[in-house]
C-alpha cells in the first residue's frame, strides 16, 4: 500500500531549472534515506543524490553544485532543484525511499513510477 508519487518532469533548455518533487504515502512507520536515480539510454543507472532522515546529503559528481535534494519529514516528500541543466541531464529519474511501513518486517526500499526529464534547445 505504500507508494511513491513523482512530479515535476518536464522539457527544458539548456540552463534552465526544474524542480523533481516524489511524495511517500500510506501506512508509513519510518522512513530513512531517501533519494533520486536517474537511467538514460544507453548509460548506467546513476545515483543523482541522497538525503538521510537527519539531512545530510551526497551528490554524484557530474551534478555536485547544480543540484540541491531536500525532504520535508512532516509531509514525507523528497525535491530535487535542478539548475544550469545540461543536455546530459536528459534521462528518466526515478525516486526511492528507504522505509518500514507498519506491515513490513523490516525496512526496504520503494520506488517511484518515473519522471522524464530532456534537456534540449
Known amino acids: 500500500q505504500v507508494q511513491l508519487v513523482e512530479s515535476g518532469g518536464g522539457l527544458v533548455q539548456p540552463g534552465g531549472s526544474l524542480r523533481l518533487s516524489c511524495a511517500a504515502s500510506?501506512?508509513?512507520?519510518?522512513?530513512?534515506?531517501m533519494g533520486w536515480y536517474r537511467q538514460a539510454p544507453g548509460k548506467e543507472r546513476e545515483l543523482v543524490a541522497s538525503?538521510?532522515?537527519?539531512?545530510?546529503?551526497s551528490y554524484a559528481d557530474s551534478v555536485k553544485g547544480r543540484f540541491t535534494i531536500s525532504r520535508d519529514n512532516a509531509k514525507k516528500m523528497v525535491y530535487l532543484q535542478m539548475n544550469s541543466l545540461k543536455p546530459d541531464d536528459t534521462a528518466t529519474y526515478y525516486c526511492?525511499?528507504?522505509?518500514?511501513?507498519?506491515?513490513?518486517?523490516?525496512?526496504?526500499?520503494?520506488w517511484g513510477q518515473g519522471t522524464q526529464v530532456t534537456v534540449s534547445s
Open positions: 526511492y525511499a528507504d522505509l518500514r511501513g507498519f506491515s513490513d518486517y523490516r525496512f526496504q526500499r520503494y
Open positions: 538525503i538521510t532522515d537527519g539531512g545530510s546529503t
Open positions: 500510506g501506512s508509513i512507520f519510518r522512513i530513512g534515506v
